[in-house]
Nanobody, 125 residues
């Protein structure tokens, strides 16, 4: 599975961005999908995850209520709508996918088999 993330950019605090992740090579309808981010000098951290059906979602506490993850299995895409952005949201955002062998939260990096290249989100104050 190849993953291509897009939609990053520069936005002022309080603004919104929508990230997209397009999958190719295999249908991802049986894959759990996630978004992670990595700020300069920090470890890559979990942001949000969604089950293969889209019926279950999980969010990091830092983004809960501001970010929304969704997927369109017909289009083989997953999106991350980011509202009320803060300077601390500045990071490179990565999408990831994994075969959904079990029902879980998929909050750990080591649970994911496939990673896309990142897209940079910069939030100015």
């Amino acid at each position: 599975v190849q993953l291509q993330a897009s939609g990053g950019g520069l936005v002022q605090a309080g603004g919104s961005l929508r990230l997209s992740c397009a999958a190719s090579g295999r249908t991802v309808s049986r894959y759990a999908m996630g978004w992670f981010r990595q700020a300069p000098g920090k470890e890559r951290e979990f942001v949000a995850a969604i089950s293969s059906s889209g019926g279950s979602t999980n969010y990091a506490d830092s983004v809960k209520g501001r970010f929304t993850i969704s997927r369109d299995n017909a289009k083989n895409t997953v999106s991350l709508q980011m509202n009320s952005l803060k300077p601390e949201d500045t990071a490179v955002y990565y999408c990831a996918a994994t075969t959904e062998y079990y029902s879980g939260s998929y909050r750990r990096r080591d649970e994911y088999e496939y990673w896309g290249q990142g897209t940079l989100v910069t939030v100015s104050s």
